[in-house]
């Protein structure tokens, strides 16, 4: 299964109807806030997702936790967890909810790490990169004991960063 991630694309519709348009293949399509961009239009791409930390946020959740191909993933923008001077108080939230993935935006900066079980992925922007230059967004690929993330970039989807983790499947009770 394949997830199309993106955040803080702040109104620009044309890059995300781009990477939408180059990525059919992708089954759930994901928008980790300050997209500004109003529930009907994200709703009309098959997008959901998060609010942001922008007032022009559309009317979904702070974050959101759902299972996926046996995995739990928690999804926020990550203001609320202070994103920007580390990742312990998200950790800790991600620990107590029992997620092993964790997608989250705000930074405007990608970033792939794990820490112990629990995978982290920020896709960085669409519109405003930080640090390391373009425009990014993700592609995760899960099968039952692993995780692929691709880094892309906006302007032509060439692979940024790519890495593969090993994780385990939930067990359902």
């Known amino acids: ?6 955040s803080d694309n702040h109104r620009d ?3 995300v109807d781009t990477i939408i348009a180059r990525h059919p293949e ?3 399509r994901v928008s980790l806030g300050d997209s500004e961009l109003s529930e009907s239009a994200l709703t009309a791409r098959d997008v959901f997702g998060v609010r942001g930390n922008y007032p022009f946020e559309p009317d979904f959740p702070a974050d959101l936790i759902f299972e ?3 995995h739990r993933a928690l999804l926020t923008h990550g203001h609320l967890f202070s ?5 312990y108080s998200l950790n800790c ?3 107590e909810s029992e997620c092993d993935l964790v997608f989250f935006g705000h930074t405007h900066q990608w970033m792939v790490e794990k820490e112990e079980t629990i995978v982290f992925v920020n896709p960085g922007s669409t519109t405003h990169p930080k640090g390391r230059g373009e425009p990014t967004y993700a592609l995760i690929h899960l099968v039952p ?4 993330v691709d880094i892309r970039a906006v302007s032509d989807g060439r692979p940024v960063h790519q890495a593969v983790f090993q994780i385990r499947t939930r067990r359902r009770e």
């Open 1 to 6: 299964m394949i997830l199309l991630l993106f």
């Open 83 to 87: 994103v920007k001077t580390g990742l």
């Open 26 to 28: 992708a089954e759930l």
């Open 68 to 70: 996926w191909q046996g």
């Open 13 to 15: 519709t044309i890059s």
């Open 93 to 95: 939230h991600a620990k």
């Open 145 to 148: 004991d692993s995780i692929r």
